[in-house]
């Protein structure tokens, strides 16, 4: 099996049909309707379930699958995490990255000394932010132009400028 990303929260059971409410952690929920099944996690063990239905509704993705046919079987769902193979994962544009590998990525300020480790990516909606672990503090920084100037996912390195303030 390839590595599975996150694509989505399981939030709440949703109706009585067995739907599932998903909170999407992808940037673009509408890629759900691509899937013909996903990977949930419950942190013991994952298991395979296959998509009968999907829609979007504001901020969420309702789901419902195939072998889920009750709330009360939905319900126990609830905070587990939709994952999909890394295959089947969207195309990146340029400046995009997948969270797993900014996760424990080296950070550098701009004249080359070493700054801190990305520990946390936190989704805002404007940008994202970044939580830098450094010797004695956790630092966070904005993931836009003016600080993040240069990612290399395959040296795991990330250059950055430290705005005022910072």
Known sequence: ?????TIGEITSAY???GEIKVLPLTNAPERFYDLS????????CITKHCIENIRLLKNSVIIKFKNINNRNDAEKLRGCLIKIDEKDA???KKDE???KDLINMDV???????????????QTGANDVYVVKTNDRSILLPAIKQVIKKVNVDEN????????GL
């Open 90 to 92: 969207i195309a990146l």
């Open 157 to 164: 390195k990330m250059i950055i400028h430290l705005l005022e």
């Open 1 to 5: 099996m390839n590595e599975l990303l």
């Open 15 to 17: 109706g009585i049909n």
């Open 37 to 44: 099944f996903v990977y949930i996690s419950n942190n013991q």
């Open 97 to 99: 990255y997948f969270i």
């Open 108 to 122: 550098y300020l701009e004249d080359g000394n070493f700054f801190g480790k990305i520990i946390e990516v936190i």
